[in-house]
């Protein structure tokens, strides 16, 4: 099975500090993605990526930065947190090959950030 | 633009009877259609997809959906509903012509489905 792997399930930052969200897969997909969840908005897109180095936006890139430097590794970088960044960030990878499992995503456990 | 529609909030459905959680969606091109469900505490996953084919698929613990092109609707089924069966449900689309665009999964706002016993 895919195995995506959030580094931390819980973290606590303050406004203006600069937080890294770490994002591991072990099959190979050459997509990676970042959504966020808040209760009546459903998941957003803020990143995603088809390959190294290679990123675009989503619908909510604002206020994130992502780094791609090594296939299974896709970070989420908030440059400056602010508290309406406060939020469950899920990870997601996918590849859109002909092999079996093919197109569908398969997330990570989630990244509970609070921003005080 | 592709969008996703799930109109209820909320779905409440005895123990033992049948349920359904409604999707409607929008895409420019053909559509990849999904759905996703999430556990309490849980990361989301996978139920079901419709790509191409059988208009009626099967997917994981029992669920189906039906895709009904006319309509432009994926509504996720189930003939006996188990407590167990309680969490949010996700409808997600995937305009797989949109070119850049093809790669990215638009999720619905989700519906909180409540088996009853």
């Known amino acids: 099975d895919v195995k995506v792997t959030q580094s931390s399930r819980y973290l606590v930052k303050r406004t203006g500090e600069k937080v890294f969200l770490e994002c591991v897969q072990d099959?190979?997909?050459?997509?990676m993605f970042w959504y966020r969840q808040d209760p009546g908005l459903g998941l957003r897109l803020i990143y995603f990526?088809?390959?190294?180095?290679?990123?675009e936006k989503g619908d909510i890139p604002e206020g994130y930065s992502v780094s791609r430097e090594k296939k299974e590794r896709f970070s989420l970088i908030l440059e400056s947190a602010s508290t309406n960044q406060t939020s469950m960030y899920l990870c997601a990878s996918r590849t859109d090959s002909d092999l079996p499992g093919a197109n569908v995503l398969t997330f990570g456990a989630g990244s509970r950030l609070t921003v005080l | 633009a592709q969008s996703v529609a799930q109109p209820e909030d909320q779905v409440n459905v005895a123990e033992g009877n049948p349920l359904t959680v409604k999707c409607t969606y929008s895409?420019?091109?053909?559509?990849?259609l999904f759905w996703y469900v999430q556990y309490p505490n849980r990361g989301l996953q996978f139920l079901l997809k419709?790509?191409?084919?059988?208009?009626l698929v099967k997917g994981s613990y029992g669920f189906e959906a039906e895709f009904n092109k006319s309509q432009t609707s994926f509504h996720l089924k189930k003939p006996t509903a188990l407590v167990s069966d309680s969490a949010l449900y996700f409808c997600a689309v995937r305009d797989w012509n949109s070119g850049a665009g093809s790669y990215q999964l638009t999720f619905g706002k989700g519906t909180k489905l409540s088996v009853i016993p």
């Open positions: 990526s088809y390959d190294v180095k290679m990123k």
């Open positions: 099959m190979d997909h050459e997509n």
């Open positions: 419709y790509i191409t084919g059988d208009n």
């Open positions: 895409v420019s091109g053909n559509p990849y």
